[in-house]
């Protein structure tokens, strides 16, 4: 089993409709989880961060963490085309906890058809 | 607008030859992540320093890679000598640990290698 897992897609949704991303990990004691947006031939950009049980809203943007059952999802709503990229899970296990490393997963490509 | 740098961008090389990649990461950050990205493998990590002192570079090939940070204001990332396997693209991270744990990490625009 990876420590983060993520279906690759490609997930597609309409303009305007809202896109479910979600990531999965095996460590129980994860301390803090990230979500980056790559786009095509760029680096990955942080977008969100959320380190509590619940739900984390900046704009378009929510991530919704349950530690319990160890996944960790990121809602985007009212979908746009410049929202197609990459969207990559991140994950602060518990046992590199205090170095800042982080496990990435392999990524979902999100595709928002106008 | 505190940004991590890398140089250069892009670098085309061949088989056998030196190559060094750069980075200058966030002032004041004091963790530094070398990471390599290919459509196969993913992102992948391959080391990271502390304060300027290495901390795991088990993710490098050993004989071939070496990762140093000489001051605070830039990591460097050299293989000697490059294959074509080494091909793809090599991003710098930055951000800061402290007690609390928090550990965001933020990415330079990535140096591109092809080796021929």
């Known amino acids: 089993q990876k420590e983060v897992e993520q279906n690759s897609g490609p997930l597609s949704v309409p303009e305007g409709a809202i896109a479910s991303l979600n990531c999965t990990y095996s460590d129980r004691g994860s301390q803090s989880f990230f979500w980056y947006r790559q786009y095509s031939g760029k680096s990955p950009e942080l977008i969100m961060s959320?380190?509590?049980?619940g739900d984390k809203e900046d704009g378009r943007f929510t991530a919704q963490l349950n530690k319990a059952s160890q996944y960790v999802s990121l809602l985007i709503r009212d979908s746009q085309p410049s929202d197609s990229a990459t969207y990559l899970c991140a994950v602060n296990i518990l046992r590199s906890s205090n170095t800042g490393k982080l496990i990435f997963g392999q990524g979902t490509t999100l595709q928002v058809k106008p | 607008d505190a940004r991590v740098t890398q140089t250069p961008r892009h670098k085309v090389t061949e088989m056998g030859q030196e190559v060094t990649m750069r980075c200058q990461p966030i002032l004041g950050h004091n963790t530094v992540f070398w990471y390599r990205q290919t459509m196969m493998q993913g992102l992948e990590l391959l080391a990271y320093?502390?304060?300027?002192?290495?901390?795991?570079d088990s993710g490098m090939p050993k004989d071939r890679f070496s990762a140093e940070m000489p001051d605070a204001t830039l990591a460097t990332l050299k293989i000697q000598p490059s294959e074509p396997r080494d091909s793809a693209v090599y991003f710098c991270?930055?951000?800061?640990?402290?007690?609390?744990?928090?550990?965001?990490?933020?990415f330079g625009p990535g140096t591109r290698l092809t080796v021929l």
């Open positions: 320093f502390r304060n300027r002192a290495p901390l795991d």
């Open positions: 991270a930055s951000g800061f640990v402290g007690l609390a744990g928090y550990n965001e990490q933020f």
């Open positions: 959320i380190y509590s049980n």
